[in-house]
């Protein structure tokens, strides 16, 4: 018995050492690495725009921030008291106004937008093109319906620009036709007779600067010659406002260098100084005419995102038709604007052709989300 325990012993001790052979963690964590390895790839590979978008904060810089111009505004106060607020002063006359736009097939917003100008605005100068930004050939939208504008006829400068459609071999980028008709628009700005110091709005069809902004910036002097408007940003409809994020549009005192751009071109910004209503369509065929038609239709990844019953489920709930991320420089706000868009039920300081009409336009207010 004395000498049996020692061997005992050692028996023991030597028994965990033939659980595992030494070759078999490297094989097991290699076979794990061979499953999951594909697995990761597929996953980068199907969700490579989200993860990037995701950390984005990391990789992209925010472009240098703009000088918020205050914005002083009530029913009943003067033009020459609002001037005077601003720092400006005002004139003895009006500046002409121009409103410049390229149209796609906005043609509810366009009814919205030239009713909201039309008191102050001398010339609407619409250029549309037989093609999309993407090569697609298009109807002249604005042209089958120009008996809708009729209370414009008069002020209307309408031109075409003919674009080519896409061929094979032949594509061009969607942002240099895109380029294109933004320079085509310059000229027919001149046959409509613009001359230094009038006023011009360079902006799109669904970027609508509010009535009484423009009556300011035409009555004051002292104005910026070069100022981006601020505008608030709601996705489908006024039922879904984003943020203030929107600042393309622009208004210019119209001089020998002023070209039609939709892009920065000063740091001056008007604070809230109308609405931008990206995708507020009546009809889906036209939200997804859009997404195949503008500079991002590289965003549709697959033919289920142009599926109607698709995009009617995503507008009710306020959710992104291409399933993207937001696009924001921080992660604070990137966490925050995840998800949904949250509802509003406010009709309040929105153009007012919009609410005299409302059953006209239920589709663009509070409790509207169905389309036709």
């Known amino acids: ?9 050692q028996s023991m001790g030597k028994r965990p050492l033939h659980l ?6 490297p094989k097991l964590l290699f076979i794990v690495l061979l499953m999951i390895g594909p697995i990761c790839m597929v996953a980068l590979f199907t969700y490579r725009e989200k993860i990037s ?9 925010p472009p240098p921030p703009f000088q918020y111009l205050p914005h002083y505004y009530a029913e009943n106060v003067s033009i ?10 005002i004139r003895s006359q009006p500046r002409r106004l121009f409103d410049g736009i390229i149209f796609n097939n906005e043609v509810d917003l366009l009814e919205i937008r030239w009713r909201e100008l039309n008191p102050y605005v001398t010339k609407f100068v619409i250029l549309e093109s037989n093609t999309t930004f993407t090569g697609i050939p298009k ?8 008996a809708r504008y009729a209370f414009a006829e008069g002020k209307i400068v309408h031109g075409v620009y003919s674009g080519r459609s896409s061929s094979v071999g032949l594509d061009k980028d969607p942002f240099v036709r895109e380029s294109e008709q933004r320079k085509a628009i310059n000229g027919l700005l001149c046959y409509a007779g613009i001359s230094n110091d009038d006023l011009l709005i360079m902006s799109d069809a669904d970027e609508m600067p509010s009535r009484h902004t423009m009556r300011l910036l035409q009555w004051c002097d002292g104005v910026p010659p070069i100022l981006h408007l ?5 996705m489908y409809s006024f039922e879904f406002p984003v943020d203030y994020s929107s600042w393309r549009a622009s208004v210019h005192i119209y001089g020998p260098g002023t070209l039609y751009r939709h892009s920065r071109q000063t740091n001056f910004i008007l604070s809230d100084a109308g609405w931008h209503c990206s995708f507020c369509f009546r009809h889906l065929h036209e939200i997804v005419f859009k997404m195949t038609a503008y500079s991002h239709a590289d965003r549709v990844k697959r033919m289920e995102f142009l599926n109607p019953s698709r995009i009617q489920k995503l507008i009710c709930r306020g959710d992104d038709l291409f399933d993207m991320l937001p696009e924001e420089y921080t992660f604070k706000e990137l966490i925050k604007k995840m998800g949904s868009i949250p509802r509003s039920a406010s009709a309040v300081h929105l153009p007012a052709f919009l609410i005299e009409n409302a059953d006209r336009f239920k589709f663009l207010l509070p409790g509207g989300c169905l389309r036709e």
């Open 80 to 89: 020459e008291h609002l001037c005077k607020l601003h720092g400006w002063s």
């Open 53 to 61: 978008y995701f950390f984005r904060p990391l990789w992209d810089k």
């Open 1 to 9: 018995m004395v000498v049996a325990a020692p061997l005992l012993h």
């Open 139 to 146: 109807p002249l939208f604005f042209s089958l319906n120009r």
């Open 230 to 234: 601020e505008l608030k940003n709601y």
């Open 20 to 25: 595992t052979s030494r070759g078999s963690v």
